[in-house]
């Protein structure tokens, strides 16, 4: 009988190199890659036309999907997770400017909709009192979700985000770094910031898990609960997790970074309503710890 192939779009992240060389396979299935870079660019057809049967995912990216009814359904798998102090800049050549500073501010974010977006707005909105409201978004970029309605002010198709920034056309940037000595983060100390974060919130954020269809959800789960094993197993063999983890598998060690992306996503009006955890997943993947 022939094996199952399964088109998979996963980042060459280091807990995945033994997947993508060979080294770990699953003797029911292939996993056959096929390579986006970056990674997210493979987010919208999968939202959109369903183009493979496992690929990453940014979390607001499938918490969207699911608002809208797209047949995906999320893997406890965590791809990609970082604390997002860092990821947000300024131009001190035209003033200081703090997390505080932003109201009534021109904010450049590649699209609304990304997670890294999500999380910042979010950090800012409960934690530093800001009224999201009262910034100008400008974007470079379409939503993965195409029922999404942007109202966002859109950049000029030859303009790019760090250009406008050292311009002085824009006054911050979200979701972006820079090695760029002109440009300073827009959170004093990043990682003092993060730090006393975690100790707040307890969560790691989480930026990019797992999705397959809902077709090979529904028709072979056993296949998909091999999907989640070899992951599991890549993340085992590329070494010992640092503290706090950062790629929390399972759907426990998920639940709080998951609760609180599900808030700030409801919160900026990117989903309609919020979802319990365990809405996100389907009778086979609820149980995956």
Known sequence: ???????TVLGSHPHVQALKSGELRSDRFDLDFIE??????????MVREQAFDVCEMAIVTYLMAKAHGKPLVLLPATMLGRFQ????????????????????????????????????????????????????????????????????ERAPKDKKILQMLLDGELDAVLGETSNDPRLKPLFPDPAAEAAAWYARRGAVPVNHLVVVTEALAKSRPDVVSGV??????????AGAPASPDLLPFGVEANRKPLELIIDYAYQQAL???????????????????
Not at 36 to 45: L, M, R
Not at 228 to 237: C, I, M, N, Q, S
Not at 271 to 289: G, Q, S
């Open 85 to 152: 102090h860092g990821y947000a800049l300024y131009n001190p050549e035209r003033g200081t400017l703090g997390p505080s500073d932003l109201e009534g501010k021109r904010v450049g974010i590649r699209s609304f909709t990304t997670t890294t977006g999500a999380w910042i707005r979010g950090i800012l909105a409960n934690d530093y009192g800001v009224n999201l409201d009262n910034m100008k978004w400008i974007t470079f970029e379409d939503p993965h979700v195409a029922e999404y309605v942007d109202t966002t």
């Open 36 to 45: 986006y870079t970056p990674t997210n660019t493979a987010f919208k057809p």
């Open 271 to 289: 989903i309609p309503h919020r979802f319990a955890v365990e809405e996100l997943f389907d009778d086979t993947t609820r149980r995956m710890n």
């Open 228 to 237: 989640y094993d070899l992951l599991k197993a890549g993340k085992a063999k």
């Open 1 to 7: 009988m022939d094996r199952l192939k399964l088109r």
